[in-house]
Nanobody
Framework: QVQLVESGGGLVQAGGSLRLSCAAS????????MGWYRQAPGKQRELVAA???????NYADSVKGRFTISRDNAKNTVYLQMNSLKPEDTAVYYC????????WGQGTQVTVSS
């Protein structure tokens, strides 16, 4: 399995920006799709954004136009650029590779203050 480590979370004011990074333990060149999920207290974990090996992206409606997912295969890293942050974006954010790889990162906390 590929190990994933997230970083870049923190506390920001509403309207601010953060960039999350997901570093993989091995090459992601052959991984068809990777994604970012988030989970707020008392809520279900939800898919925020996904990116294919060809660079095609998909976003949850709640973040479309504000978040951008990207991948750098040379660095074995996936990013989530988060702009115009809102308090409702507060959650733990997880990097994900779906089965058959089936890997989760440990999560990084994002807190957006009003």
């Amino acid at each position: 399995q590929v190990q994933l480590v997230e970083s870049g979370g923190g506390l920001v004011q509403a309207g601010g920006s953060l960039r999350l990074s997901c570093a993989a333990s091995g090459s992601i060149f052959g991984i068809v799709v990777m994604g970012w999920y988030r989970q707020a207290p008392g809520k279900q974990r939800e898919l925020v954004a996904a990116i294919t090996s060809g660079g095609t992206t998909n976003y949850a409606d709640s973040v479309k136009g504000r978040f951008t997912i990207s991948r750098d295969n040379a660095k074995n890293t996936v990013y989530l650029q988060m702009n115009s942050l809102k308090p409702e974006d507060t959650a733990v954010y997880y990097c994900r590779i779906p089965p058959p790889y089936d890997s989760w990162g440990q999560g990084t906390q994002v807190t957006v203050s009003s």
